[in-house]
Every structure is written in C-alpha cells, then in structure tokens.
T-cell receptor, first 111, second 112 residues
Framework: DAKTTQPTSMDCAEGRAANLPCNHSTISGNEYVYWYRQIHSQGPQYIIHGLKNNETNEMASLIITEDRKSSTLILPHATLRDTAVYYCIVRVAVGFQKLVFGTGTRLLVSP | SQTIHQWPATLVQPVGSPLSLECTVEGTSNPNLYWYRQAAGRGLQLLFYSVGIGQISSEVPQNLSASRPQDRQFILSSKKLLLSDSGFYLC???????????FGPGTRLTVT
C-alpha cells in the first residue's frame, strides 16, 4: 500500500472550512484514498473514500488531484465536534480491509 | 441498522493474568472482523482479522490470540498478560467487498 504524508496538526475556526491535505505520491492506479477520523477515546469513524473523481457525502468532500498524488479532505463548516485526529489511508480495495493507520493530522476546531 | 458492541469498556489486570475481550456485531451476517490495538500516543495496529467462523489470521506475532466461535462474535484472549499489552483495543467489522470499516467503542486495558 502507498505511503501517505499528513501535517501533524492544524487549527480551524468554528464555522470555517477545514482543508486537510494528504500526499500520496507513490499511489498506484488501483489504490483508493480513504479518510477516517478518531475523536478522543473513541474508535475511528469512516468519513469518505475515492479513486480519482472528487467525492462528497453528508460529512465531507474529497478532492483528488488529477495526477492522484495528493488529496484534500474538506469539512465545509467545521464545528467543535470535528476536533479529532484525521487519517488518510491509501490501499487497494480488494479482499479484506487491512487499514494501516499512520499518525494522522490532529485538527483542533476553536470557537 | 448495524451495531457493534465491545466489553468491557475498561479493564485493569495484573501482569500474568488471563484476558478475554469480546466483540459482537448485530444487524449483518458473514462480516469481516478485525482486532486493532492502539498503544498510548501511537497509531492503530491491526492484530487479527477473520473472514469467517474459525478463520483467524494474525498480523503480528505476540502474546495474544483471537477466536471467532460464531458468525458475529470475535474474541481476543491472552493466557498471561504482559505490561506491553496495555492499550486501547478496538474491534471493527466490514461487509465483504465494501469500502467502509466500522469500529466499536473500544476497551481500554491497563496491565499493572
């Protein structure tokens, strides 16, 4: 599975958009980009995934660059409850889902 | 709807004692099941996964074992706990072929 690089931490004001970047320059053509988040002392929560097209759901938007070497998770209107560690994971979507979690980005949303 | 249960929520055990953590999933059948561990200040590490009853694969050699006696039940065990077994243990499940993986609330284990 491709390696990902994320900033260690980011800050965001409540109500503003939070844009979390992820670099995955060695991504292969059949690898998907997945985003999960982990709120303190809870299990991780699936957010969104994509292959090459931009994706949007009720939680967030995922923007993948045309060369697929990087992506950005966008929380359009961050709330205090979005404070969490956000993990970007790249893997092939076949077989069982072995997720390899890195250190992620710690997002702090402030009033 | 599907739900995943883990118990106990917290556990304090002495070194050398046995361990049994249980995870059950409701509202689905024939799921893939996973055990992860998160040591203090570190990322999640996959310990075991199962694609069916009695089918267990281990990702890392260690002091722990897993079993799947029923379709939606996954158990993590140890005969003798070590201090290094302390951590946050998470069970997860996924539908075969689907992208999403769903995590339980976790068990925080402290070995003293």
């Amino acid at each position: 599975d491709a390696k990902t690089t994320q900033p260690t931490s980011m800050d965001c004001a409540e109500g503003r958009a939070a844009n979390l970047p992820c670099n995955h320059s060695t991504i292969s053509g059949n690898e998907y980009v997945y985003w999960y988040r982990q709120i303190h002392s809870q299990g991780p929560q699936y957010i969104i995934h994509g292959l090459k097209n931009n994706e949007t759901n009720e939680m967030a938007s995922l923007i993948i660059t045309e060369d697929r070497k990087s992506s950005t998770l966008i929380l359009p209107h961050a709330t205090l409850r979005d404070t969490a560690v956000y993990y970007c994971i790249v893997r092939v979507a076949v077989g069982f889902q072995k997720l390899v979690f890195g250190t992620g980005t710690r997002l702090l949303v402030s009033p | 709807s599907q739900t995943i249960h883990q118990w106990p929520a917290t556990l304090v055990q002495p070194v050398g004692s046995p361990l049994s953590l249980e995870c059950t999933v409701e509202g689905t059948s024939n799921p893939n099941l996973y055990w992860y561990r998160q040591a203090a200040g570190r990322g999640l590490q996959l310990l075991f996964y199962s694609v069916g009853i009695g089918q267990i694969s281990s990702e890392v050699p260690q002091n722990l074992s897993a079993s799947r006696p029923q379709d939606r039940q996954f158990i993590l065990s140890s005969k003798k706990l070590l201090l290094s077994d302390s951590g946050f243990y998470l069970c997860a499940w996924s539908v075969k072929g689907a992208h999403e993986q769903y995590f339980g609330p976790g068990t925080r284990l402290t070995v003293t």
